[in-house]
């Protein structure tokens, strides 16, 4: 069967067992502490907790995943065995309290044996056993229902089923949280198939795990309590590579005698070819006997399958918006990048090889995952830029390598290795088998402890929080927000809950509000609130974790507690907030029309006199591209289309709505329209017409790290306020040139021009008056120790034409020592040129300059040719410079 085959007969068995079949989720997860989505159960974690009711309760998917960083990294596994990758899919059928253990088991044997043929007799199961200490009890169930599969088959389930502790057979969402049991199914691949079950769970390519099927029963609580789940679910996955490479090295299950690959399959076969038709070099599947002293030919097969996982990992990733980068899992890309483009040299691929690789990933994915087809363009840009920039980091490593093999260490130092992984993107694994080609050992032990320092910095910074499952009505009540309505901002009634009283203010707690507190991004509201006969100014307003909005007030307000209140929200305020949030919409469809669909928002700040827009984007903008996206933003707010917020379930929101990967949603979300043409999911205030806005004016484009851009600007009043600002300093610029308007860009090039022909005339003039200087210095030229000597204070402007001047002085000596000074100000520069002949006579020019600008107050040095220094008593130069001079002479 062929791999688009395999999975879709996986999808369609599923879907006649009543399954809605969902696309994949983005590779960019939504949970705080993965660098990946990483498993296919991730993206159903809220169905799982209780925080949004599922889709079905059905599910079948193939789920892109990345397992590269963090607690599951396969990197540096990839290409010295046959089984690892970075980037693979993973099938699943899922159970939302519905079906339980006795249909995932069933459908799983139904699969396998009755659909694809996998043969019997080579498969074997596994359940949970709790050894000492571990949780809950033997997983009678799942034995039961096992036995009753595998007595149909004609297996003995004594020899079939083998079982296995919280290690093997536990699953658990983090240290707390939904976990329970799960049953692994593992195919024997020896050539004879008689193992009998002795490989299973043993680190052996020849005895694979090809399915685990998750049974999540029970609640694990910070105290170490497994309470029984009120809704039981079922979490399965697959490797689908494992599957695929399987069925492509034994031909069908007919002949087990070529050791088992992943990459034996129609999945990376097209990316060999093209490798094969860069390089020459043809794939031979072979492994590594000696991962550290690969073979020429393992070499070759290392590095074909290290390039083919990586730019599956790369184009998937930069297809769902994930950019190679400086820090977290855009720091991981970059590695995954320049460790293929490393081993791509050992096949002497020529530069930009790899996103000549982009081709194949999308003719074998594109038709499941079409992102790759949409951002085709994108991923090839961004892997050009970020391969042609990595070559020039290249060279500076294989140099810091030759100058380890220079010294002739006995080994490369764990320090140095991890300078080449971390600085430079050479991977550990290319470095050992470099050294090993010189004889060299790498220290991995030390190379691992700077590893591991790395990882706990990365640890301590990385968020944690307790896991819990929302199985009960929370007894917290939170402020109930009034204020999306633009007819309910004033004279709003509510009561008073409670007042926080804090370092000389009072947070005042109400059942109700219209006044918005702070949150993604946008700053809380400002406004009036009556409590009986006073009011209070209402500085600002923020919520707390419960959900309840703190109004704070300046000063006490008293025992107000139970009391009934009026509340107004300052509506010019209020409004110049939102006209900046919902441009922040409209710049966010411009950015995505003229930049692409990569385009997704990175944070932002939304206050009332500017709007700060971060966004994933791997360029700077031109400044033609800026004009059409402020031109384009413009144009929506002169159509003043309406601005529409409803509430929907999530699974229901509409398919072009934009929701933002790590953002956490609720069962039900807020949907804002602009237009049709713009769909958010956003909890914020808005404008109810996009002409509303006014003029949007872009203030500022710039990086804030690699493949994240930040733009500022402004509309309404603050646009208007910086166009009377620009326009007054326009009319001051034309009025000091003499010039209209619309004249002053070309009076500014005329003058320019002007001043860069003066500029040239005075350089020219001041080279000329540099070499009459030097060549009237030749009858000051002493002759000393079979030297030309001269030590003299030169005229120059700055000390770098005293450094230029000093080069052309000492062109003058034949066998030359040259000391000269300059005076600039109050401080004195030196400079010290020699030639190897005064080297080998012992005058050296750092030693002079070191001694000598420590007798004009200063310092300095630098090497035997040439040295600089400075010192702050000017005054002193000439005796300096005789004193020096003369002592050469009484020498």
């Known amino acids: 069967m062929k791999s688009s085959e395999v999975r879709q007969s996986f999808l369609d068995f599923f879907a006649s067992k009543q399954h809605q079949i969902v696309p994949s989720a983005s590779l960019m997860p939504t949970a705080p502490n993965l660098l990946f989505t990483n498993a296919g159960m991730n993206a159903f974690v809220p169905y799982f907790l209780g925080e949004r009711e599922a889709i079905n309760t059905r599910v079948a998917d193939t789920q892109k995943c990345i397992r590269?960083?963090?607690?599951?990294?396969?990197?540096?596994?990839?290409?010295?065995?046959?089984?690892?990758?970075?980037?693979?899919?993973?099938?699943?059928?899922?159970?939302?309290?519905?079906?339980?253990?006795?249909?995932?088991?069933?459908?799983?044997?139904?699969?396998?044996?009755?659909?694809?043929?996998?043969?019997?007799?080579?498969?074997?199961?596994?359940?949970?056993?709790?050894?000492?200490?571990?949780?809950?009890?033997?997983?009678?169930?799942?034995?039961?229902?096992?036995?009753?599969?595998?007595?149909?088959?004609?297996?003995?389930?004594?020899?079939?089923?083998?079982?296995?502790?919280?290690?093997?057979?536990?699953?658990?969402?983090?240290?707390?949280?939904?976990?329970?049991?799960?049953?692994?199914?593992?195919?024997?691949?020896?050539?004879?198939?008689?193992?009998?079950?002795?490989?299973?769970?043993?680190?052996?390519?020849?005895?694979?795990?090809?399915?685990?099927?998750?049974?999540?029963?029970?609640?694990?609580?910070?105290?170490?309590?497994?309470?029984?789940?009120?809704?039981?679910?079922?979490?399965?996955?697959?490797?689908?590579?494992?599957?695929?490479?399987?069925?492509?090295?034994?031909?069908?299950?007919?002949?087990?005698?070529?050791?088992?690959?992943?990459?034996?399959?129609?999945?990376?076969?097209?990316?060999?070819?093209?490798?094969?038709?860069?390089?020459?070099?043809?794939?031979?599947?072979?492994?590594?006997?000696?991962?550290?002293?690969?073979?020429?030919?393992?070499?070759?097969?290392?590095?074909?399958?290290?390039?083919?996982?990586?730019?599956?990992?790369?184009?998937?990733?930069?297809?769902?918006?994930?950019?190679?980068?400086?820090?977290?899992?855009?720091?991981?890309?970059?590695?995954?990048?320049?460790?293929?483009?490393?081993?791509?040299?050992?096949?002497?691929?020529?530069?930009?090889?790899?996103?000549?690789?982009?081709?194949?990933?999308?003719?074998?994915?594109?038709?499941?995952?079409?992102?790759?087809?949409?951002?085709?363009?994108?991923?090839?840009k961004v892997i050009s830029s970020e391969e042609a920039a990595f070559e020039r980091t290249i060279e500076r490593g294989l140099m810091m390598l030759d100058k380890i093999f220079d010294r002739n260490p006995s080994r490369i130092s764990g320090e140095e290795a991890f300078t080449l992984y971390d600085t430079y993107g050479f991977p550990l694994d290319l470095t050992q088998i470099i050294a090993a080609e010189k004889g060299l050992e790498v220290d991995t032990a030390a190379f691992q402890k700077e590893m591991n320092t790395q990882r706990e910095r990365a640890r301590a910074a990385r968020k944690t929080s307790v896991i819990r499952v929302n199985e009960e009505e929370s007894t917290v009540e939170p402020t109930r927000f009034v204020g999306f309505d633009q007819e309910n901002l004033n004279g709003v009634e509510t009561n008073v809950l409670n007042v926080i009283e804090d370092d000389g203010n009072s947070f005042v707690i109400l059942d109700q509000t219209p006044c918005y507190a702070e949150m993604g991004g946008q700053v809380g509201d400002t406004g009036t609130l009556t409590i009986g006969d006073t009011s209070y100014p209402v500085v600002y307003t923020t919520k707390d974790e419960n959900g309840h909005v703190l109004h704070k007030v300046e000063g006490t307000v008293g025992e107000v507690v139970g009391k009934t209140a009026t509340i107004d929200v300052n509506i010019p305020h209020r409004k110049a907030i939102q006209r900046h949030h919902s441009a922040t919409h409209i710049l966010h469809w411009a950015l995505r029309k003229v930049l692409g669909n990569h385009v997704q928002q990175a944070g932002s700040s939304v206050a009332p006199d500017r709007l700060r827009f971060d966004f994933t984007h791997f360029e700077q903008i031109p400044h033609e591209e800026q004009i059409e996206i402020e031109r384009l933003c413009n144009e929506k707010v002169l159509q003043n289309d309406a601005v529409e917020w409803y509430e929907v379930p999530f699974d229901d929101k509409p398919s072009d709505v934009i929701a933002f990967f790590g953002d956490k949603y609720g069962d039900v979300v807020r949907v804002v329209d602009m237009g049709g043409w713009s769909k958010e999911l956003c909890g914020g205030t808005h404008v109810s017409a996009s002409g509303e806005i006014g003029l949007f004016k872009i203030v500022t484009e710039s990086a804030i790290a690699a493949g994240t851009r930040r733009i500022e600007a402004v509309c309404g009043e603050a646009a208007v306020d910086l166009v009377e600002k620009r326009f007054e300093i326009l009319g001051n610029l034309s009025h000091a040139f003499s010039s209209k308007p619309e004249e002053l860009t070309q009076r500014v090039t005329d003058i320019q021009a002007k001043l860069a022909e003066a500029e040239k005339l005075i350089k020219q003039a001041r080279a000329k008056e540099q070499s009459n200087q030097a060549a009237a210095l030749k009858d000051e030229i002493c002759s000393i120790d079979g030297l030309s000597v001269l030590a003299k204070q030169l005229q120059a402007d700055n000390p770098n034409d005293l450094r230029g001047l000093a080069a052309k002085t000492f062109k003058e000596l034949e066998n030359g020592l040259l000391v000269a000074g300059g005076i600039f100000g109050k401080k004195v520069t030196l400079i010290a040129i020699a030639s190897d002949a005064a080297n080998s006579k012992g005058y050296r020019a750092g030693d002079i300059v070191r001694n000598l600008t420590a007798e004009l107050g200063g310092k300095g040095g630098g090497k035997p040719d040439f040295a600089m220094g400075g010192g702050t008593e000017p005054d002193k130069l000439q005796s300096v410079l005789a004193k020096w001079l003369e002592s050469l002479e009484n020498k």
């Open 68 to 380: 590269a960083g963090g607690k599951h990294n396969d990197l540096d596994d990839v290409g010295l065995d046959t089984y690892h990758q970075t980037f693979f899919e993973m099938l699943g059928n899922w159970s939302f309290g519905d079906y339980f253990k006795k249909e995932a088991i069933n459908w799983a044997w139904e699969l396998l044996t009755e659909v694809w043929k996998f043969p019997t007799d080579r498969l074997y199961v596994t359940v949970y056993k709790p050894g000492d200490g571990d949780p809950a009890d033997f997983d009678q169930e799942a034995y039961d229902y096992w036995s009753a599969v595998l007595e149909k088959s004609g297996l003995d389930p004594k020899e079939r089923i083998l079982t296995g502790g919280k290690k093997d057979n536990f699953w658990m969402m983090g240290d707390t949280g939904p976990c329970g049991p799960c049953s692994e199914i593992h195919m024997d691949l020896t050539p004879a198939g008689d193992t009998q079950g002795k490989l299973v769970n043993a680190d052996s390519p020849l005895c694979i795990e090809l399915w685990n099927l998750v049974f999540i029963q029970f609640n694990a609580d910070e105290n170490g309590n497994y309470t029984p789940l009120k809704n039981k679910h079922v979490d399965t996955g697959m490797g689908f590579e494992r599957v695929c490479g399987i069925m492509g090295t034994t031909e069908g299950f007919k002949d087990f005698s070529n050791p088992p690959s992943n990459y034996n399959c129609d999945l990376f076969s097209p990316i060999f070819d093209k490798i094969t038709e860069l390089c020459g070099k043809k794939y031979g599947a072979t492994l590594p006997a000696d991962t550290n002293n690969p073979t020429e030919d393992e070499m070759v097969d290392i590095a074909f399958r290290v390039i083919a996982d990586h730019i599956r990992t790369l184009s998937c990733s930069i297809a769902d918006g994930i950019l190679p980068g400086n820090e977290g899992r855009n720091y991981v890309l970059r590695r995954i990048l320049r460790r293929a483009i490393l081993y791509g040299r050992r096949l002497e691929l020529k530069d930009g090889f790899f996103a000549k690789l982009v081709d194949p990933v999308i003719e074998i994915l594109g038709p499941v995952f079409p992102e790759l087809t949409q951002q085709e363009t994108v991923i090839r």
